[in-house]
């Protein structure tokens, strides 16, 4: 799949037909996508963007009015994540979008698109000096560039809420017309997930599965609509989600297929997961995971699911408040320092110029974050969840391990979801009533597992008689998390997954060690930097940076 970039004035390039990409023609117009995108109840990919070309036909006006009036109907129903390119043959006139809860990371430089980031790096031959050094300094404290930046100056990421068209005008950026999250949704979770189940009735489906409440929601949703399914998880022997798991998946009759993280070859494989995280990531955690979903798709797993985004239908993002849930205040200051920069990188580690940019950062992002400020603290922390952090963090690994290893979805992280977990009472989303209710109701067996989060999954009189206590442990467990995080840089508790060489064997290699260096030379660390003093923490992110410069270098001499 190695043409990815759309330039206007040339032809549309084909895309080699897979489960997550492709070509259609059909009813005047062409069509190219990157990603997982199907239909509910709709075949994904070929199928359901065919379908969506005939719906087009019947549209009425001019080429971008027909694009543009169908996200009231069969635009708005296309789902998963994925880059959409579509051309009237006629007209030769083009528009581009994104899913509309902007997972799927597309890049944008002047009028051209492209399916990802260092293709377009290429393409317009950056080098280090357009190394975004603000961006970096975001990057190395969250994890991520914010405002649909990039790590170099001039790309920008595709917004979930924009339709780009190319016309005798020129390029021009509208507005797709999906409002907010506070419109009416048109479906609801039962509806949503027979439909998912009958777009995936004929592929080889894996579902994760941990001790959790988020999995074992989607989990039991897609066991009742009879969908087939192996579940899966990733971890090891002592964690604790591995034998909750299992129990989970005794529970449904299902075996569960567990992955064992070894951290054996990983300095090898650090160019090739800088590769996969298209230059935007924190590339250790991702050795499991790439490992993790390889082993699916070896065994024959054709698209895996998610429970990702599951905090949407309880008071996850809402912890930093509790109890002054509903609250006319909102308090950004305190969710950014315990919620998003809950460890930032200490100013000795970096020059004396990122130092600087990373004491501005904290008032950069809350200039950033005002327009997620709603009525109440829960709809303001809701919309910065759904507008800002998933579609950064869930929409770089959606995509990452779509387009490099295996298709995958995220059902719960869908915009119409999304906007049905907003729109629910606040009661139904304390102590995750919510997800309990909704899983007592369909496999009172599942919910009689116990659960990672130490209050019962069960909705009953018995299990709400002993949740309060519970409640609050799991609170308190939370917050001291946090406040460890923030003041020591590391978890108090943190029943890692991932194996507990894998960052050590990194830090005493050569390669972290050139890696190190490039970052010194480019002026983000401080010349009295090395691998060792590195907190273990920021090692990957750093890493990240350092083959990104390793690649911008390249890519200007090319």
Request: glycine share 10%; proline share 4%; with cysteine.
């Amino acid at each position: 799949m190695a043409v990815r970039i759309f330039s206007p004035g040339t032809p549309l390039p084909e895309v080699e037909g897979s489960l997550r990409s492709g070509s259609v023609e059909a009813a005047g117009l062409r069509a190219r996508w990157l990603g997982f995108i199907f239909e509910l109840g709709v075949a994904p990919g070929q199928a359901t963007v065919t379908r969506y070309l005939h719906a087009l036909a019947t549209q009425t006006g001019n080429f971008v009015d027909r694009v543009q009036a169908a996200f009231g109907g069969p635009g708005r129903r296309l789902r998963g994540q994925y880059l959409l390119v579509l051309e009237d043959i006629e007209s030769g006139h083009r528009c581009a979008f994104i899913d509309h809860a902007g997972m799927f990371k597309a890049c944008v430089a002047g009028e051209t698109l492209s399916g990802d980031y260092l293709s377009l790096v290429d393409h317009l031959g950056q080098g280090a000096k357009d190394l975004d050094l603000v961006g970096a300094v975001e990057f190395l404290n969250l994890g991520h560039v914010g405002e649909r930046r990039t790590l170099t100056q001039g790309i920008t990421h595709l917004g979930h809420e924009e339709l780009l068209c190319w016309t005798d005008r020129g390029l021009e950026r509208l507005d797709k017309g999906l409002g907010g999250l506070e419109e009416p949704v048109p479906i609801g979770l039962r509806d949503y997930f027979e439909g998912l189940a009958a777009s995936l009735a004929t592929e080889t489906v894996s579902v994760d599965l941990t001790g959790g409440f988020d999995s074992r929601l989607v989990a039991a949703l897609l066991h009742d609509c009879g969908l087939d399914f192996e579940v899966s998880l990733s971890g090891r022997p002592e964690n604790q989600d591995v034998h909750l798991a299992q129990e989970v998946a005794k529970a449904m009759g299902k075996p569960l297929a567990v992955h064992m993280h070894t951290p054996q070859g990983v300095e090898t494989a650090l160019t090739g997961l800088f590769h996969y995280l298209d230059g935007h990531g924190d590339l250790i955690p991702y050795h499991r995971i790439h490992q993790w979903q390889a082993a699916k798709r070896d065994r024959g797993v054709t698209v895996a699911v998610s429970g990702a985004g599951g905090e949407n239908f309880n008071d996850y993002w809402w912890l930093q408040d509790f109890p002054r849930y509903g609250s006319k205040t909102s308090r950004l200051g305190r969710l950014y320092d315990l919620r998003m920069c809950a460890s930032p990188v200490p100013q000795g580690h970096l020059s004396s110029e990122a130092a600087m940019a990373s004491r501005q950062l904290r008032a950069r992002r809350l200039d950033a974050l005002e327009f997620c400020r709603r009525e109440t603290n829960t709809q303001t922390y809701d919309c910065t969840f759904t507008l800002q952090r998933m579609p950064i963090l869930a929409g770089r690994s959606l995509t990452s391990t779509t387009m490099n290893c295996l298709p995958v979805t995220a059902p719960l992280l869908d915009w119409d979801l999304a906007s049905l977990a907003y729109q629910l009472p606040i009661r139904q989303r304390l102590g995750r009533r919510f997800h309990r209710q909704w899983i007592t109701k369909i496999h009172p067996g599942m919910a009689r597992c116990p659960s990672t989060n130490r209050v019962s999954t069960a909705w009953s009189r018995e299990a709400l008689l002993l949740d309060p206590p519970r409640y609050v442990a799991d609170l308190s467990l939370r917050l001291a998390n946090k406040l460890s995080t923030r003041f020591l840089g590391k978890a108090f508790l943190h029943d890692s997954p991932d194996h507990a060489e894998t960052r050590s064997l990194i830090r005493q290699s050569k390669t972290a060690e050139g890696l190190v260096t490039r970052c010194i030379e480019a002026g983000i660390l401080a010349e009295t930097m090395d691998a060792q003093r590195l907190r273990l923490g920021d090692l990957g992110r750093v890493l990240c940076i350092g083959l990104l410069l390793e690649h911008l270098d390249h890519s200007r001499q090319a």
